[in-house]
């Protein structure tokens, strides 16, 4: 069968068959769905040889790579061993390397790991678990969460409670808990002249406001640490998480960081609260954890937290779980990823690279039609001037013809590339996104 054929009746199945996420379907009867037959590194490629650079690491979830050999060969060798077992009742060698080896991460200060498949869920875990300390330690009327507007963790309805997305939300709020939103310090809202880390002190204003007011009934507050993503990488200065965990500490509430996106590197350290010395409660982890290979997800806490539910009483206990938790497989992908860290010293190697892409996006950064150019770590972002209310949607496909995965939230343009983009991938994505602002 010839290639364009195979690759025309696979799109035709997939819509036929497939429900895709985040997608009103009708959209593909005029957007391109792409059918990838292989991935190598940045590139995707159709199966008519087409190819695409990964510049937005398959939705946040790739770091080192697609088809990489090392994650590959672990995963080859765990196949021979152990797929899975429940781990109620059992455990095995890779879940309890990885929950050493990211204690480790966190400094030791977050000894304890419970494993779930995708970012939401682990969110949903955080909550709960939030709920039932304050519980078991004497305080049931600490049932509320808050959270900063924009935000975004998750599309169950727990995760969703605590998202602010409109688009996202709206439609199911009859089903969704209520929960409190304050202001974000996203420093685009920052006023001419005010700098983000005055921007950032400014905005735990509003923090410290409503929990002098909500404390009694508020179990958490949930930030995305340093960037908040799907609202657009609104980007924030560390002086927020500094100050949050200072008022969350002072009115007994939890902080909950959620780096499902900005773990794992993203923001130029390994965890992005490093940047602000501080500990969460809770610490969500997903995305890149595997290398963006298999769903795993993790909340890790301290051993306070833990401890305030170990009792003969079992429903003091966290009566929690998922059949694939911390499956052997995910795990075994999670420490092959975690050796490439430390092999490769990717955390250095990233502030080279960092420093390499702002430098070869500049003109980007000095375009015409772009504003707020912005950077954190291995994320770019900016906005860009359009009057057209399909721009997402055109610059997508518009893009792809010039072989970029980009897939812009809203008039928003990012690039989060896996850690092994090369120089010619960089000067490409550079170069044609240039191109693609001057074309309109
Ligand atoms: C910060 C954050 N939290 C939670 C989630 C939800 O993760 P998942 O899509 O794996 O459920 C996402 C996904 O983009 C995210 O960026």
């Known amino acids: 069968m010839q290639t364009s054929t195979r690759s025309n009746l696979l799109l035709e199945r997939s819509l036929a068959a497939v429900w895709h996420p985040c997608t009103q379907m009708k959209q593909h009867e005029t957007l391109p769905l792409v059918s990838v037959a292989r991935g190598a590194g940045c590139w995707l490629y159709d199966f008519d040889g087409r190819r695409y650079l990964d510049a937005i690491s398959s939705w946040w979830v790739n770091l080192f790579g697609h088809c990489n050999p090392r994650i590959n060969a672990a995963l080859a060798d765990q196949l021979g061993k152990l797929e899975h077992v429940l781990l109620a009742g059992f455990s095995h060698e890779p879940v309890v390397e990885l929950s050493e080896r990211l204690a480790r991460a966190a400094d030791g200060r977050l000894g304890h790991c419970f494993y779930a498949s995708d970012g939401a869920s682990a969110v949903e875990i955080a909550l709960k678990m939030s709920f039932h300390f304050w519980r078991n330690t004497g305080r049931p009327r600490k049932t509320r969460f808050v959270s900063l507007a924009g935000s975004y963790h998750g599309e169950t309805l727990g995760a969703l409670a605590v998202t602010d997305v409109r688009l996202f939300k709206d ?36 923090l410290e406001r409503h929990l002098e007011q909500h404390h009694a009934e508020t179990a958490a507050l949930i930030v995305e640490p340093l ?104 795990c075994r992908a999670a420490l092959a990823t975690l050796e490439i860290f430390d092999a490769e010293r990717v955390i250095e190697a990233n502030r080279e690279k960092s420093a390499r892409i702002s430098a070869a996006v500049r003109p980007i950064a000095q375009h015409p039609r772009v504003n707020h150019f912005r950077n954190t770590g291995m994320i770019w972002a900016f906005e860009v001037e359009t009057q057209d209310p399909q721009f997402a949607r055109q610059f997508h496909a518009r893009a792809l013809e010039q072989e970029l995965l980009l897939r812009p939230l809203s008039n928003t343009v990012y690039f989060m590339p896996p850690y092994v983009i090369g120089e010619e991938e960089i000067e490409l994505l550079a170069g044609r996104t240039a191109r693609l602002l001057d074309a309109r």
């Open 171 to 206: 439609t199911y709020a009859p089903l969704v808990m209520a929960s409190s939103q304050v202001a974000s310090p996203d420093w685009r809202l920052a006023e001419k002249g005010e700098s983000a880390r005055d921007y950032a002190a400014r905005s735990a204003q509003a």
């Open 227 to 330: 960037v908040q993503g799907a609202t657009g990488m609104a980007m924030h200065d560390a002086e927020y998480l500094r100050r949050a965990r200072a008022i969350c500490d002072r009115y007994q509430v939890h902080l909950i960081a959620d780096e499902i996106m900005t773990g794992f590197g993203r923001t130029g350290t390994f965890f992005a609260f490093d940047q602000a010395g501080i500990v969460p409660e809770f610490l969500c982890l997903s995305k890149g954890i595997t290398g963006g290979y298999l769903p795993l997800s993790v909340v890790m806490t301290r051993d306070a937290v833990y401890q305030a539910f170990y009792d003969d009483d079992t429903a003091r206990g966290f009566l929690h779980s998922h059949s694939y938790t911390g499956n052997t497989l995910a």
